[in-house]
């Protein structure tokens, strides 16, 4: 069986996806990669797991009117060269162009995983109202591919696409997040040393970046001391992204301590004591709250679509208002005054992360949808 994924950038794929990919391999589908190539060494490593790559040059700002065309054409070509058992779109330009393209192509047997919304969804302008009701209608025309199978991430995104789309039971799949190894992401006790707030993510202002920031000046005002870091680096390609020069300015203030891109934030983790993501982006299911919980960390988090499906409030976190700065310097006093409570979190979060966010349990969960789309006669 031929599997093509097509998702919109190489380190998505390879940070998000890569243990379904070879799981697939190992069970014999030719699995197939359509995705923008960022970086060599990502290319390099997958083809040596034996997948075929076909660039297609994506452009995440969506913007570029000529480009989307190339794009569009791009799916089109490979659609029609590969002729694949079974197409597999990740995120909205690829559901999109993809899922339109399938119904060109007559390719069948699709699955279409929503991995959040996007910026589309985020502001309520005029002019934003226009485009998130065109793409809702372009969703809505990608979805229409049967047999097809739609996977969510969070509850937001089910009920707002499974209505425009008319999705029956039959052909929705909730699968909470892309998982964590937590036998990689291992438990350790909230460590005895100076309270540690940690953020990692990419550095967009619509993560919650500057209301990180906010936070820390209060709680550094009041002569608490605490430390909070900063992980990720700026998504150049998105016109949100925070610049070095205000990291820089951050740090020589003493408001924060800036760890960089980093490929071993398991090991960085468990020096911490509290997780925080005060993002009002549109989710699907953030990774890093996945991994922190699997850690024993205690998180922070928004009342937002995707966020709030990751924590089980004053269980194993707190969810906030987003943009909200008093109110996470509150909710990260609050858990650094109460070890007890923070503990008790801590032991929760863990036992959770094992229930719901096991990558063995996503990656089986993907192998039947392949399987079932593979078994499925079309009449």
Not at 29 to 52: A, Q, R
Not at 103 to 128: A, M, N, P
Not at 165 to 179: Q, T
Not at 248 to 257: M, P, Q
Request: with cysteine; hydrophobic share 40%.
């Amino acid at each position: 069986m031929k599997l093509l994924i097509i998702v919109n950038v190489d380190w998505f794929l390879y940070s998000h996806r890569l243990p379904i990919i070879i799981e697939a391999k190992r069970q014999g589908y030719d699995v197939h990669i359509g995705t923008k190539i960022t970086n060599l060494s990502i290319k390099k490593e997958l083809l040596d797991y034996g997948f075929v790559i076909h660039e297609i040059p994506f452009d995440r700002t969506g913007k570029n009117i000529s480009n989307l065309i190339k794009v569009a054409l791009s799916i089109l070509k490979l659609l029609i060269f590969l002729k694949p058992n079974i197409l597999h779109l990740i995120t909205m330009q690829p559901i999109i162009f993809g899922g339109i393209a399938a119904k060109l192509c007559r390719t069948k047997k699709v699955v279409y995983s929503i991995s959040g919304l996007g910026h589309v969804f985020l502001s309520h302008s005029f002019f934003t109202s226009i485009r998130r009701w065109i793409v809702i209608n372009l969703y809505r025309l990608a979805l229409s591919n049967k047999p097809r199978v739609v996977v969510f991430q969070n509850k937001s995104d089910f009920n707002l696409i499974s209505k425009v789309s008319a999705l029956s039971d039959s052909e929705v799949v909730l699968i909470p997040g892309s998982g964590v190894d937590v036998n990689k992401y291992l438990f350790s006790k909230i460590p005895d040393t100076e309270p540690t707030i940690l953020m990692a993510s990419r550095l967009l202002v619509s993560k919650g970046v500057k209301e990180f920031i906010e936070a820390a000046k209060i709680l550094k005002s009041k002569g608490i001391k605490i430390k909070f870091q900063l992980a990720g680096k700026p998504d150049v390609s998105n016109p949100l992204s925070i610049s070095k020069i205000k990291i820089d300015n951050w740090v020589s203030k003493g408001y924060i301590e800036y760890l960089g891109y980093r490929d071993d934030i398991h090991k960085i983790i468990p020096k911490c004591h509290i997780v925080v993501l005060p993002s009002y982006y549109p989710e699907g299911l953030p990774k890093i709250l996945c991994e922190a919980a699997a850690c024993g960390r205690p998180v922070i988090t928004t009342y937002e679509p995707g966020c709030q499906d990751s924590v089980e409030n004053g269980v194993t976190g707190l969810l906030i208002k987003s943009r909200e700065s008093k109110e996470l310097a509150n909710a990260i006093e609050k858990l650094i005054s109460d070890p007890g409570l923070l503990n008790s979190m801590s032991l929760k979060a863990r036992k959770r992360a094992e229930k719901f966010f096991d990558i063995k349990s996503v990656v089986e969960s993907h192998i039947k949808l392949y399987r079932h789309l593979s078994n499925f006669k079309i009449k």
